[in-house]
């Protein structure tokens, strides 16, 4: 007689994640009975060193698969170290379900060891959190987790697992279920007709039009559609930090990010007079956040608003705009075909005039930083590093940048190739470290394209711990790092607000070439110059990985706003 075997709740689970096509999970062995499960049904377990560097593996991953990303923990200290990338991911729209394990459901409240209450742990952090409690409800919350992190405005969300519960054995088999709700956005709407005309005749009767396009855009992989956009309408786009990539960078109607990058020698210092100029201003996925609106300084008073984003509260949160709530794919996608029953003509006159303006713009950027990409001095100018990697990139390879300096450098100097080129930097909360497991997550998601992180030394020293990972896992990826054996931001805001620093903010020297090679990577330290060309085409070159240490100029800063009146008094 065959006896059939009943399945587990994690099986079931492991079985659920495979129908919502997750390929990956980052996690550390627990929840063990998931883990277990999920590895024999075929998914593979990247196993992070730290838990806060899995939330941002994750988040990188879902940035560049497409797919919702998927990190496990334990209870207690691992899931509090979950809640920094949480809120990364909250603040950027990324979505990401964490299966966090909790005590068995009979020790609840009885002060069990490394007991917590995660679901207020969560709540500030996450989009929805919930803890299951009946067996035969696994699939309903695992589909409840899957379609709030995918819908709407994506966003992290946890599922809190009694680890009892994972280890039951079903006697009633479940009801087959099909769907799929790992791809995001999952839905996509689009605003009324009415609205979408009325933005059209906006933008065709406006004079100085300019469109901000933010990481809205490349979540909704609508760089195609504002594309049409800004060819149809002949309108100079913007992007912020996290919009980087949204638009070829080289097209002649594109004036790069602006944001608070205006400081001396910087695109901004030219391009931010079209903002200024503008009577009408559209705004694409993007939270009008401090940074990427120069302290909400940076919008004309008297210009009118055309705000396009998936979150209906983000628009007018900070300027009263005409709401087209939607995505944006299909919001710009709609809108570009009212464009076309309205009259371009002034559009089309206007073009050859805007067109000239933007490119006087990058001749002028590029004229002053000269001396800077070229110097031949020692410590190296980061400006140097920027132009010497742009020369080796192509549309498919992925920048990622670690927070502060690390970021302002990757958006203010490099240049998108094609429209949806990708660079991910950590802008949501911007907490240092990340930028190393931000790049593992988006080489496991396209393994065969190339991935290059850019982190300073501060940063790093955050997640050494995952260049071991890099190698184990079998994830390669080109680390350019940036050493200037300073905390730079910290430095250099504290000098510019107080006229004095801390003593948090010099480090002592490391041997980060010794680091990797202790984890398997091999290194090259550069201080010349004129060698850095050949160590990063042998990086973008090998397939395998390659960590190069930069000795970089300490006293060299982005152009930043900030720093304007201490780098005019220089």
């Known amino acids: 007689m065959t006896v059939k075997t009943l399945e587990t709740v994690a099986q079931l689970l492991a079985r659920s994640l495979l129908r919502h096509d997750v390929t990956h999970i980052f996690a550390q062995s627990l929840p063990s009975a998931l883990i277990l499960a999920a590895e024999a049904a075929g998914i593979r377990q990247i196993a992070y060193r730290q838990e806060n560097m899995g939330g941002a593996m994750a988040d990188g991953y879902a940035r560049r698969s497409g797919k919702i990303g998927v990190v496990a923990a334990q209870n207690g200290p691992a899931a509090t170290l979950l809640v920094p990338p949480m809120a990364e991911a909250l603040k950027a729209s990324i979505p990401i379900v964490a299966l966090v394990q909790e005590v068995e459901r009979d020790q609840m409240d009885r002060n069990a060891f490394q007991e917590l209450d995660h679901i207020a742990l969560f709540q500030s952090c996450t989009k929805w959190v919930r803890r299951v409690m009946v067996p035969e409800r696994i699939e309903d919350y695992i589909d409840a987790a899957f379609t709030a992190a995918g819908s709407g405005r994506p966003g992290p969300v946890a599922l809190l697992l009694p680890a009892d519960l994972l280890r039951i054995e079903l006697s009633v088999p479940s009801s087959a279920r099909s769907l799929n709700l790992g791809h995001w956005p999952l839905d996509r709407s689009c605003p009324d007709r009415a609205t979408l005309r009325e933005a059209a005749e906006l933008i065709s009767h406006a004079r100085n039009p300019v469109v901000i396009a933010g990481g809205g855009v490349l979540g909704s992989n609508a760089c195609e559609e504002l594309a049409d956009l800004q060819e149809t309408a002949a309108l100079p786009v913007f992007t912020t930090n996290m919009g980087k990539g949204a638009v070829d960078e080289h097209h002649a109607l594109s004036a790069g990010v602006l944001g608070s990058l205006i400081g001396p020698r910087s695109l901004g210092r030219h391009t931010a007079g079209l903002v200024n100029d503008a009577d009408l201003v559209v705004l694409i996925g993007t939270r009008t956040n401090q940074n990427g609106t120069d ?25 009263q705009a005409l709401r087209l709530v939607g995505d944006a794919r299909e919001t710009l996608r709609e809108l570009v075909r ?14 050859a005039a805007v067109v000239g ?21 020692s410590p190296i100018r980061p400006e140097r590093i920027m132009v010497e990697l742009q020369k080796l990139l192509t549309a498919q390879t992925t920048i990622v940048a670690d927070a502060s300096y690390s970021s302002m450098w990757v958006v203010g100097q490099l240049r998108a190739l094609a429209p949806g ?10 907490g240092l470290g990340w930028g190393l497991p931000l790049a593992l997550g988006a080489k496991a998601a396209l ?41 730079g931001f910290q430095r250099d805001a504290e000098t510019a607000k107080f ?21 398997g990577c091999p290194a090259v330290r550069v201080e010349d110059p004129s060698k850095l060309k050949a160590h990063l085409q042998d990086g973008l070159s090998r397939k395998g990985p390659l960590l190069i240490e930069v000795m970089t100029d300490p006293d060299a800063h982005p152009a930043l706003s900030l720093f304007v009146s201490m780098d005019e008094a220089a």
């Open 295 to 319: 302290s909400w300084r940076q919008l004309p008073p008297d210009a009118q608003i055309i705000h396009i984003d998936v979150d209906p509260q983000e628009i007018g949160r900070n300027y």
């Open 338 to 351: 009212a464009l076309k029953d309205c009259d371009l003509s002034q559009r089309r006159d206007r073009r």
């Open 357 to 377: 303006r933007i490119a006087e713009c990058w001749r002028r950027f590029e004229e002053e930083r000269h001396p800077l990409v070229h110097a031949t001095s």
């Open 421 to 430: 080129m990708r660079f991910l930097t950590p802008r949501g909360l911007a």
């Open 447 to 487: 393994p065969s394209q190339p991935v290059v992180a850019l982190v300073g030394d501060g940063g790093f020293a955050h997640s050494w711990a995952e260049i071991e990972t890099m190698v184990r896992s079998e994830l390669p990826v080109i680390v350019i790092l940036l050493n200037n054996g300073i905390l």
């Open 499 to 519: 006229g004095r620093f801390t003593s948090a903010c010099h480090f002592a020297p490391v041997d980060h070439v010794q680091i990797a090679q202790a984890c």
